[in-house]
């Protein structure tokens, strides 16, 4: 990999590596758009950049990546999507004990579901 200088962007003997530009100004990245994976340098350049594009900046969490571009952060978001998943289901079934499901249901329909259990104990 080359040293680039900021200047003019070309190859420079000052030894510093920039890897990736910020889309909308050229200057050293430091944020990367979940999304698209745009490279910005500031917060004024994510603004433009999701105005520009109309990205939204939310990652799709089930969108196909090629094993070849598969990397650990990517890893990484599967494992905590998983992880959402498992808490989400932890919560429904802790309400779903705390409320039951059928205070959802009209009285008489409860009514009847109450004596049906009572003629089958």
Known sequence: MESLDESSGSPSSTGIVYENL??????????????CSTFSCSLEC???HKEETACDGVRDKTAFIPLD???ERHLLS???FLENIGRTID?????KKKFGLMHYLP???FKMDGENKKQHD
């Open 69 to 71: 571009e598969f990397q």
């Open 22 to 35: 910020c889309s909308v100004c050229n200057e050293p990245s430091k944020y990367r758009c979940p999304k």
């Open 107 to 109: 009285h008489e329909i």
């Open 78 to 80: 599967d494992y905590h």
């Open 91 to 95: 919560n429904a079934q802790r309400s």
């Open 46 to 48: 994510v603004k433009v």
